[in-house]
């Protein structure tokens, strides 16, 4: 989250963003009383059930493609993520039309992946 959140603490707010922020389970959840004050539309989501939940739920690439119903082709997208969720975050925005030169990315990668 790092690299997102550099990004959005530097935000002037002139420009709209929307900060997709995707984990597993709430106490996955970390900075959210920051991350609220930020400069953006805020959206944090779920992947597995939780109860007492009342934000969005689902992969978080699937919580973008139902969020976003307008035309999505003129933004700038910065996705930061495990090597699966990039790639799907990559296929969805090329599908919707943001061109590759737009999209942005940073892959996790552990030890484990060397």
């Known amino acids: 989250m790092a690299p997102i959140l550099s990004l959005l603490r530097s935000h002037s707010g002139e420009r709209e963003a929307t900060y997709y922020y995707g984990a597993r389970t709430e ?6 009383d920051e991350l609220s004050q930020l400069p953006c539309t805020f959206v944090p989501a779920l992947s597995e059930e939780s109860n007492g939940w009342n934000g969005e739920a689902g992969l ?24 699966p969720m990039v ?19 940073d892959k996790f990668t552990t030890t484990a992946d060397e």
Do not use: K, W
Request: net charge negative; aromatic share 8%.
């Open 27 to 32: 106490p996955d959840l970390f900075g959210l």
């Open 60 to 83: 978080i690439t699937d919580v973008v493609d139902r969020l976003e119903e307008e035309d999505i082709s003129e933004v700038d997208a910065y996705v930061c993520g495990p090597p």
């Open 87 to 105: 790639e799907a975050a990559i296929a969805l925005l090329e599908r919707r039309g943001v061109p590759e030169a737009h999209i942005y990315f």
